[in-house]
């Protein structure tokens, strides 16, 4: 078949795909029959009713004299790591602020970290396209650097996202920009499995975050620039399970709720989405209306309970939204205390009492409950 | 070309004249990493259009998105959160409190002293909660009257060597400072020079 010949075939094909595309929309519209806020409304639910005092900055964690760029906190003894433009990571005592690790990283330009479930590693990776592993039990060199123990070397374009498997030290997925995510075994620092990439079928952009199911750790989501998330099932690398259409630009975070069965999305188009990972319905669409430009959502978390999504936006705001009812209940940024900058990433502690966001303004803030609780 | 010829003929008339050099032009290679790409290309689509024909299939046997709304709405009233203030009643309060008793860090007793006493128990004052309500004594070093309720060790700048005349720059400073308020500049992460 000659060359002219085929680039017909991908013309036809390409229609192809996108009538089939548009059938499947279609067909999804219709069972489309109600959404979480409505559902909820028809059981009389009203939006959390939060008071002026009820959320508070109660730390502000300073030290890093670069944007803040991502953190992560320890499944135990509330620690904290962040990563920043100044090149370094900083592993927090939250509870006190203080600062018990400060790694000046061989490449500066970083963009996530994460800790391992046992909480003596980090992992963090950006520009160089490695996934860089620190012991953090281990002596520091004769400079007083702490050195690398592994580095995750592979993927053909930065790494945007990283986080451990649940409860598996040795196991870690990387989201990148050359497309794919790559599942790694730390300790050989082998690639298990490479999830897209030129063959399989996977994402047509870069991927800017992963977020692995903390009920199921078999199956992770990924967001990316070609405005879809996708699931995928470790155990089978060659296609992604699923792929959820509905944003109008990148989907900068994805993040998983916490029953295990739906996952919630953030992009450029300034929504935030809840998706259903096994039927790939759009349940929600968490959208509030701008005057002039749109802020862009840059990271998600939901309480443990489900009920509270909070969101960074790229305008310094952070909004918690009530997920049942898709309201904003409160605006962390318009807090005493709150960041100068843009919000870049945020997460709940193990225990879900309190939240960490991290901003341009190079500072972490940890906001918990500060209002009233009357026994009665 | 042909003046070149002319020249070289003028000069050197016992030398026979020479052909200039006529490149030819490349040979019809058949282009096969092109069409090897074209083919990979139509190979994935046609991929992408039975993933998505076996979609069309099993959406008709999809459940309505009211149902997953109600999966989700069950899920998440039941479940406490820390972060939403609800009335509770003694019995559930004890298990409340017990949970974030459990979180205790420094053993000492971190008590409720922002905007004053935020926690009231009728039945303990501040100075008795022993509860570790964790989050919530951000502000007791200003506060005179949470002073004598919230026990915070006493932490000094003593792992630090000091930087002898140097404001900004720590060359000589490895160690990363304990104190939670410290504002030495060696005594954080020396960016600026280390």
Redesign the interface.
Known sequence: MSVAELKKRHIAATATVNALREQLKQKRILLLDTDVAGYARSQGRTPVSFGPTDLVCCRTLQGHTGKVYSLDWTSEKNRIVSASQDGRLIVWNSLTSQKTHAIKLPCAWVMTCAFSPNGQSVACGGLDSICSIFNLNSPNDKDGNLTVSRMLSGHKGYVSSCQYVPDEDTHLITSSGDQTCILWDVTTAQRLSVFGGEFPSGHTADVLSVSINGSNSKMFVSGSCDATARLWDTRIASRAVRTFHGHEGDVSTVKFFPDGYRFGTGSDDGTCRLFDMRTGHQLQVYHQQHDGEVPLVTSIAFSISGRLLFVGYSNGDCYVWDTLMAKVVLNLGSLQNSHEGRITCLGLSADGSALCTGSWDRNLKIWAFGGHRKVI | MAAVSAAVSDCSPSFPSLTPPCPKAPPDYP?LY??RR????????????G???E??KS??D????????????D???P????????????RR?HGFWN??CG?C??NCS?LCC??GC?????KTSCCNCRASV?????CCLKKKSCQHCCILPALACTDCHPCNGCTSCCTGC?K??????CTKACC??C??CC
């Open positions: 282009d092109g069409k074209e083919l990979l290309k139509v190979q994935v689509l046609e991929r992408e259009i993933f998505l024909q979609e069309l959406v008709e999809l459940q309505p998105a009211s149902r997953g709304c109600k999966e989700v709405h899920f998440v009233m479940n406490p959160d820390p972060f939403i203030p609800r009335g509770l009643k003694t309060s949970w974030l979180k860090c420094f971190w922002f905007g935020s926690l009231h128990l009728e964790k989050w919530q004594c951000c490895k990363v400072c304990h104190c939670s308020n954080n992460p960016h600026l």
